[in-house]
Protein backbone atom coordinates (compact mmCIF):
# COMPACT_ATOMS: atom_id res chain seq x y z
CA UNK A 1 0.00 0.00 0.00
CA UNK A 2 1.39 3.43 -1.21
CA UNK A 3 1.64 6.04 2.00
CA UNK A 4 2.77 9.22 0.46
CA UNK A 5 4.66 11.54 2.39
CA UNK A 6 2.88 14.67 1.29
CA UNK A 7 0.60 15.53 -1.63
CA UNK A 8 1.68 18.40 -3.23
CA UNK A 9 1.24 19.18 -7.00
CA UNK A 10 4.73 18.53 -8.29
CA UNK A 11 4.65 15.27 -6.59
CA UNK A 12 1.32 14.46 -7.88
CA UNK A 13 1.96 15.35 -11.09
CA UNK A 14 5.81 13.70 -11.75
CA UNK A 15 5.32 10.41 -9.09
CA UNK A 16 5.82 7.21 -10.55
CA UNK A 17 6.11 4.91 -7.33
CA UNK A 18 2.21 3.55 -7.02
CA UNK A 19 0.94 5.00 -10.49
CA UNK A 20 -0.47 2.44 -13.03
CA UNK A 21 1.41 4.47 -15.64
CA UNK A 22 4.15 1.78 -16.22
CA UNK A 23 1.35 -0.74 -16.55
CA UNK A 24 -0.30 1.25 -19.51
CA UNK A 25 2.52 3.36 -20.92
CA UNK A 26 2.87 1.00 -23.97
CA UNK A 27 -0.92 0.94 -24.68
CA UNK A 28 -1.03 4.63 -24.67
CA UNK A 29 2.01 4.81 -26.72
CA UNK A 30 0.05 2.66 -29.08
CA UNK A 31 -3.19 5.12 -29.47
CA UNK A 32 -0.96 8.19 -29.75
CA UNK A 33 1.49 6.90 -32.73
CA UNK A 34 -2.17 5.76 -34.37
CA UNK A 35 -3.79 9.31 -33.41
CA UNK A 36 -0.06 10.54 -35.11
CA UNK A 37 -0.35 8.90 -38.19
CA UNK A 38 -4.30 9.73 -38.78
CA UNK A 39 -3.41 13.34 -38.59
CA UNK A 40 -0.91 12.72 -40.87
CA UNK A 41 -3.14 10.81 -43.45
CA UNK A 42 -5.84 13.61 -42.88
CA UNK A 43 -3.73 16.51 -43.50
CA UNK A 44 -1.74 14.90 -46.30
CA UNK A 45 -3.78 12.44 -47.74
CA UNK A 46 -7.52 14.17 -47.16
CA UNK A 47 -9.09 11.72 -49.71
CA UNK A 48 -7.97 8.82 -48.10
CA UNK A 49 -9.92 10.08 -45.49
CA UNK A 50 -13.09 10.13 -43.75
CA UNK A 51 -14.48 12.42 -41.13
CA UNK A 52 -16.53 11.17 -38.14
CA UNK A 53 -18.80 12.68 -36.02
CA UNK A 54 -17.79 13.21 -32.64
CA UNK A 55 -21.25 13.00 -31.46
CA UNK A 56 -21.32 9.13 -31.08
CA UNK A 57 -18.28 9.47 -29.21
CA UNK A 58 -19.57 11.64 -26.54
CA UNK A 59 -22.68 9.19 -26.06
CA UNK A 60 -20.33 6.13 -25.99
CA UNK A 61 -17.65 7.89 -23.79
CA UNK A 62 -20.04 8.63 -21.34
CA UNK A 63 -21.42 5.36 -20.72
CA UNK A 64 -18.42 3.82 -20.82
CA UNK A 65 -17.31 6.11 -17.90
CA UNK A 66 -20.52 5.17 -16.29
CA UNK A 67 -20.14 1.57 -16.85
CA UNK A 68 -16.10 1.96 -15.78
CA UNK A 69 -17.19 3.58 -12.32
CA UNK A 70 -19.21 0.50 -11.36
CA UNK A 71 -16.80 -1.80 -12.16
CA UNK A 72 -14.28 0.30 -10.15
CA UNK A 73 -17.04 1.05 -7.36
CA UNK A 74 -17.09 -3.27 -6.78
CA UNK A 75 -13.31 -3.38 -7.28
CA UNK A 76 -12.65 -0.90 -4.54
CA UNK A 77 -15.26 -2.74 -2.62
CA UNK A 78 -13.41 -6.26 -2.50
CA UNK A 79 -10.21 -4.37 -1.21
CA UNK A 80 -12.03 -2.66 1.39
CA UNK A 81 -14.04 -5.48 2.60
CA UNK A 82 -10.11 -6.92 2.72
CA UNK A 83 -8.84 -4.67 4.60
CA UNK A 84 -12.24 -4.74 7.20
CA UNK A 85 -11.32 -8.60 7.05
CA UNK A 86 -8.10 -8.15 8.66
CA UNK A 87 -9.05 -5.61 10.78
CA UNK A 88 -11.30 -7.77 12.18
CA UNK A 89 -8.28 -10.11 12.95
CA UNK A 90 -6.49 -7.91 15.00
CA UNK A 91 -9.89 -7.32 16.65
CA UNK A 92 -10.36 -10.73 17.57
CA UNK A 93 -6.95 -11.84 18.64
CA UNK A 94 -6.40 -8.73 20.89
CA UNK A 95 -9.31 -10.09 22.17
CA UNK A 96 -8.48 -13.64 22.57
CA UNK A 97 -5.12 -12.06 24.03
CA UNK A 98 -6.97 -10.64 26.63
CA UNK A 99 -9.58 -13.21 27.72
CA UNK A 100 -6.88 -16.27 27.92
CA UNK A 101 -5.57 -14.26 30.73
CA UNK A 102 -7.74 -16.99 32.20
CA UNK A 103 -5.78 -19.78 31.80
CA UNK A 104 -3.37 -20.81 34.56
CA UNK A 105 -1.18 -22.56 32.74
CA UNK A 106 1.35 -19.83 31.29
CA UNK A 107 2.91 -22.43 29.17
CA UNK A 108 -0.17 -23.56 27.21
CA UNK A 109 -1.38 -20.09 27.29
CA UNK A 110 1.65 -19.08 25.80
CA UNK A 111 0.96 -21.85 22.95
CA UNK A 112 -1.99 -20.92 22.42
CA UNK A 113 -1.38 -17.20 21.66
CA UNK A 114 1.82 -18.08 19.40
CA UNK A 115 -0.53 -20.10 17.64
CA UNK A 116 -2.76 -17.27 16.66
CA UNK A 117 0.81 -15.53 14.97
CA UNK A 118 1.05 -18.44 13.58
CA UNK A 119 -2.70 -18.28 11.95
CA UNK A 120 -1.56 -14.60 10.94
CA UNK A 121 1.02 -15.65 9.20
CA UNK A 122 -0.75 -19.05 7.50
CA UNK A 123 -3.23 -16.80 6.07
CA UNK A 124 -1.47 -14.22 4.83
CA UNK A 125 0.59 -16.90 2.38
CA UNK A 126 -2.24 -19.23 1.64
CA UNK A 127 -4.02 -15.67 0.08
CA UNK A 128 -0.78 -15.11 -1.92
CA UNK A 129 -0.72 -18.92 -2.88
CA UNK A 130 2.62 -19.30 -0.92
CA UNK A 131 3.57 -22.43 1.38
CA UNK A 132 1.05 -22.01 4.85
CA UNK A 133 2.69 -24.52 6.95
CA UNK A 134 6.43 -22.54 6.32
CA UNK A 135 5.10 -19.50 7.15
CA UNK A 136 3.39 -20.56 10.44
CA UNK A 137 5.98 -23.22 11.27
CA UNK A 138 7.83 -20.76 13.68
CA UNK A 139 4.99 -20.17 15.29
CA UNK A 140 4.00 -23.49 16.12
CA UNK A 141 4.63 -25.62 18.46
CA UNK A 142 3.84 -28.90 16.50
CA UNK A 143 3.34 -27.51 12.91
CA UNK A 144 3.65 -31.06 11.44
CA UNK A 145 -0.02 -32.17 13.59
CA UNK A 146 -1.46 -29.51 11.63
CA UNK A 147 -3.24 -31.09 8.11
CA UNK A 148 -1.50 -29.31 5.21
CA UNK A 149 -5.07 -29.41 3.57
CA UNK A 150 -5.97 -26.15 5.27
CA UNK A 151 -3.42 -24.86 7.83
CA UNK A 152 -5.19 -21.77 9.21
CA UNK A 153 -8.32 -23.79 9.97
CA UNK A 154 -5.84 -26.84 11.61
CA UNK A 155 -4.46 -24.15 13.58
CA UNK A 156 -7.68 -22.82 15.22
CA UNK A 157 -8.99 -26.21 15.65
CA UNK A 158 -6.00 -27.28 17.86
CA UNK A 159 -6.78 -24.10 19.82
CA UNK A 160 -10.12 -24.51 19.96
CA UNK A 161 -9.86 -28.17 21.17
CA UNK A 162 -7.61 -26.91 23.73
CA UNK A 163 -9.84 -24.65 25.26
CA UNK A 164 -12.81 -27.39 25.24
CA UNK A 165 -10.14 -29.78 27.15
CA UNK A 166 -9.75 -26.82 29.98
CA UNK A 167 -13.03 -26.12 30.29
CA UNK A 168 -13.75 -29.83 30.43
CA UNK A 169 -11.49 -29.84 33.50
CA UNK A 170 -13.47 -26.70 34.92
CA UNK A 171 -10.01 -24.96 34.58
CA UNK A 172 -11.76 -22.44 32.79
CA UNK A 173 -15.20 -21.39 33.33
CA UNK A 174 -18.33 -22.24 30.87
CA UNK A 175 -18.34 -18.50 30.22
CA UNK A 176 -14.87 -17.88 29.74
CA UNK A 177 -15.24 -21.14 27.13
CA UNK A 178 -17.51 -19.04 25.71
CA UNK A 179 -16.16 -15.47 24.92
CA UNK A 180 -12.97 -17.27 23.72
CA UNK A 181 -14.51 -19.83 21.27
CA UNK A 182 -16.61 -16.76 19.62
CA UNK A 183 -12.82 -15.20 19.16
CA UNK A 184 -12.56 -18.39 17.60
CA UNK A 185 -14.99 -17.86 14.96
CA UNK A 186 -14.54 -14.40 14.55
CA UNK A 187 -11.26 -15.36 13.14
CA UNK A 188 -13.21 -18.52 10.86
CA UNK A 189 -15.21 -15.83 9.10
CA UNK A 190 -12.40 -13.62 8.76
CA UNK A 191 -10.76 -16.88 6.84
CA UNK A 192 -14.24 -17.32 4.78
CA UNK A 193 -14.10 -13.51 4.19
CA UNK A 194 -11.15 -13.74 2.67
CA UNK A 195 -10.77 -16.63 0.81
CA UNK A 196 -14.49 -15.48 -0.94
CA UNK A 197 -12.58 -12.31 -2.05
CA UNK A 198 -9.75 -14.31 -3.68
CA UNK A 199 -11.46 -17.08 -4.97
CA UNK A 200 -14.61 -15.49 -6.65
CA UNK A 201 -13.43 -12.77 -9.31
CA UNK A 202 -15.58 -10.35 -11.38
CA UNK A 203 -18.01 -12.23 -13.54
CA UNK A 204 -15.46 -12.45 -16.64
CA UNK A 205 -18.13 -11.44 -19.11
CA UNK A 206 -18.59 -8.19 -17.40
CA UNK A 207 -14.85 -7.27 -17.64
CA UNK A 208 -14.32 -8.71 -20.92
CA UNK A 209 -17.11 -6.37 -22.38
CA UNK A 210 -15.39 -3.53 -20.93
CA UNK A 211 -11.94 -4.03 -22.14
CA UNK A 212 -13.17 -4.26 -25.61
CA UNK A 213 -14.96 -1.34 -25.46
CA UNK A 214 -12.13 0.73 -23.96
CA UNK A 215 -10.04 -0.28 -26.66
CA UNK A 216 -12.28 0.64 -29.51
CA UNK A 217 -13.78 3.48 -28.06
CA UNK A 218 -9.45 4.47 -27.99
CA UNK A 219 -8.56 3.44 -31.25
CA UNK A 220 -11.35 4.92 -33.44
CA UNK A 221 -11.25 8.60 -30.60
CA UNK A 222 -8.63 9.69 -33.51
CA UNK A 223 -10.63 9.54 -36.37
CA UNK A 224 -13.72 12.13 -34.86
CA UNK A 225 -10.65 14.14 -33.35
CA UNK A 226 -8.02 14.57 -36.44
CA UNK A 227 -10.00 16.81 -38.38
CA UNK A 228 -11.12 19.67 -36.08
CA UNK A 229 -8.28 19.54 -33.69
CA UNK A 230 -5.52 18.96 -36.11
CA UNK A 231 -1.83 17.65 -34.37
CA UNK A 232 -3.78 18.42 -31.14
CA UNK A 233 -5.44 15.05 -31.93
CA UNK A 234 -2.73 12.71 -30.51
CA UNK A 235 -2.43 14.33 -27.42
CA UNK A 236 -5.90 14.14 -26.30
CA UNK A 237 -6.12 10.78 -27.58
CA UNK A 238 -3.67 10.31 -25.31
CA UNK A 239 -5.34 11.68 -22.13
CA UNK A 240 -8.70 9.75 -22.80
CA UNK A 241 -6.44 6.91 -23.55
CA UNK A 242 -4.70 7.44 -20.36
CA UNK A 243 -7.54 7.72 -18.04
CA UNK A 244 -9.60 4.96 -19.49
CA UNK A 245 -6.56 2.49 -19.78
CA UNK A 246 -5.69 3.90 -16.17
CA UNK A 247 -8.88 3.15 -14.48
CA UNK A 248 -9.04 -0.12 -16.08
CA UNK A 249 -5.91 -1.29 -14.70
CA UNK A 250 -6.63 -0.03 -11.30
CA UNK A 251 -9.90 -1.58 -11.25
CA UNK A 252 -7.73 -4.70 -12.06
CA UNK A 253 -5.25 -4.37 -9.27
CA UNK A 254 -7.73 -3.80 -6.73
CA UNK A 255 -9.83 -7.05 -7.44
CA UNK A 256 -7.47 -9.27 -5.85
CA UNK A 257 -6.37 -6.93 -2.93
CA UNK A 258 -3.69 -9.56 -0.96
CA UNK A 259 -0.86 -9.51 -3.57
CA UNK A 260 2.48 -8.01 -3.23
CA UNK A 261 1.82 -5.32 -5.68
CA UNK A 262 2.45 -1.94 -4.31
CA UNK A 263 -1.31 -1.04 -4.07
CA UNK A 264 -2.49 -4.14 -2.43
CA UNK A 265 -2.98 -4.46 1.10
CA UNK A 266 -0.18 -4.28 3.74
CA UNK A 267 -1.14 -7.90 5.30
CA UNK A 268 2.89 -8.17 6.05
CA UNK A 269 2.31 -4.94 8.64
CA UNK A 270 -0.92 -6.79 9.91
CA UNK A 271 0.93 -10.03 10.84
CA UNK A 272 3.48 -7.86 12.70
CA UNK A 273 1.27 -6.08 14.67
CA UNK A 274 -0.62 -9.39 15.42
CA UNK A 275 2.81 -10.39 16.56
CA UNK A 276 3.13 -7.42 18.63
CA UNK A 277 0.46 -7.60 20.55
CA UNK A 278 0.88 -11.46 21.15
CA UNK A 279 4.30 -11.22 22.25
CA UNK A 280 2.93 -8.14 24.35
CA UNK A 281 0.31 -9.99 25.79
CA UNK A 282 2.70 -12.51 27.63
CA UNK A 283 4.98 -9.91 28.98
CA UNK A 284 7.74 -9.85 26.58
CA UNK A 285 9.56 -7.03 26.35
CA UNK A 286 11.99 -7.04 23.33
CA UNK A 287 9.11 -6.60 20.79
CA UNK A 288 10.06 -7.33 16.48
CA UNK A 289 9.89 -3.78 15.12
CA UNK A 290 6.68 -2.56 13.58
CA UNK A 291 7.28 -2.42 9.46
CA UNK A 292 7.42 1.25 8.38
CA UNK A 293 6.76 1.97 4.37
CA UNK A 294 9.90 1.50 2.31
CA UNK A 295 10.43 3.75 -0.28
CA UNK A 296 6.32 4.95 0.35
CA UNK A 297 5.24 1.44 0.43
CA UNK A 298 3.65 -0.48 3.09
CA UNK A 299 3.69 -4.26 2.34
Known sequence: MIVPPSTDVLRVLFTLKGSIVKRIAL??????????????????????????????????????????????????????????????????TRSFVRESVAITDETLRAELLRNLCGFAHALNARLRNEDERAAARPWLARADAISPHNVCDGILREIGEHCSRLAAQQQISEWRYTLL??????????????????????????????????????????????????????????IVGYTFFGLDAIGNELEDPFGRDENDLPTDAMVRTVERDVLAGLGEQQLPPALLPVGYVLS
Open 181 to 238: EQRLVGLTEVQATCERIKGTPLPFPYTLLLHRTIYIFCLLLPFALAEPLGWLAPLFTT
Open 27 to 92: RCLMVTLLAALIVLVERHFPTYFYPVSATPFTLLGLSLSIFMSFRNNACYDRWWEGRKAWGKLIIE
